[in-house]
Antibody, heavy 121, light 107 residues
Framework: QITLKESGPTLVKPTQTLTLTCTFS??????????VGWIRQPPGKALEWLAL???????RYSPSLKSRLTITKDTSKNQVVLTMTNMDPVDTATYYC?????????????WGQGTLVTVSS | EIVMTQSPATLSVSPGERATLSCRAS??????LAWYQQKPGQAPRLLIY???TRATGIPARFSGSGSGTEFTLTISSLQSEDFAVYYC?????????FGQGTKLEIK
């Protein structure tokens, strides 16, 4: 079955760079149509779509955060990495990674459990 | 960027009754609309995609309708486990934006 799990620091300081890793199983990012995305949710607030990478290395970013985000994949390790630069307290949120299929509709059908990242000095 | 607006923000309904949640897009998203359910401390769960297709394992009491800019999620007879926050998401245009959510609470 498909599973995803996020990992990374729970606490980062303002201006630092956040690096999050999504490790998955049950599918391969070398399979045509497969994608992995990142979504975040500040405490008590709504979901925010951040970025997505496809099997063919096509990458999409939220325009409002594009200058701060980089998404990459390591197919051999079954991992997707999201980096976010210049972190600010408003970036405090639970960060989720999720699976999608381009050919089937680019919604997220499997989600990780999420990881809470707090930005504070 | 397409803005997704959900209404109401909070909906109070008694168990066994019907709940109707709305989602409006700022421009047409065709039928490229998904609904998710999120319970406290949990990741979102896919309920509906393609505006009206139930995801695997989703009970038949959940139904979706609409196209273009107006969408509805209906839960026909609320069970205790259905009280949660519901989000819509469009995946027609980048970025694939979410609505702000509707909290479904017990009346």
């Amino acid at each position: 079955q498909i599973t995803l799990k996020e990992s990374g620091p729970t606490l980062v300081k303002p201006t630092q760079t956040l690096t999050l890793t999504c490790t998955f199983s049950g599918f391969s990012l070398s399979t045509s149509g497969v994608g992995v995305g990142w979504i975040r949710q500040p405490p008590g607030k709504a979901l925010e779509w951040l970025a997505l990478i496809y099997w063919d290395d096509d990458k999409r970013y939220s325009p409002s955060l594009k200058s701060r985000l980089t998404i990459t994949k390591d197919t051999s390790k079954n991992q997707v990495v999201l980096t976010m630069t210049n972190m600010d307290p408003v970036d405090t949120a639970t960060y989720y990674c999720a699976h999608t299929l381009r050919w089937f509709g680019e919604f997220f059908d499997y989600w990780g459990q999420g990881t809470l990242v707090t930005v504070s000095s | 960027e397409i803005v997704m607006t959900q209404s109401p923000a909070t909906l109070s309904v008694s168990p066994g009754e019907r709940a109707t949640l709305s989602c409006r897009a700022s421009q047409s998203v065709s039928s490229n609309l998904a609904w998710y359910q999120q319970k406290p401390g949990q990741a979102p769960r896919l309920l509906i995609y393609g505006a009206s297709t139930r995801a695997t394992g989703i009970p038949a009491r959940f139904s979706g309708s609409g196209s273009g800019t107006e969408f509805t999620l209906t839960i026909s007879s609320l069970q205790s486990e259905d009280f949660a926050v519901y989000y819509c998401q469009q995946y027609n245009n980048w970025p694939h934006t979410f609505g702000q959510g509707t909290k479904l609470e017990i009346k």
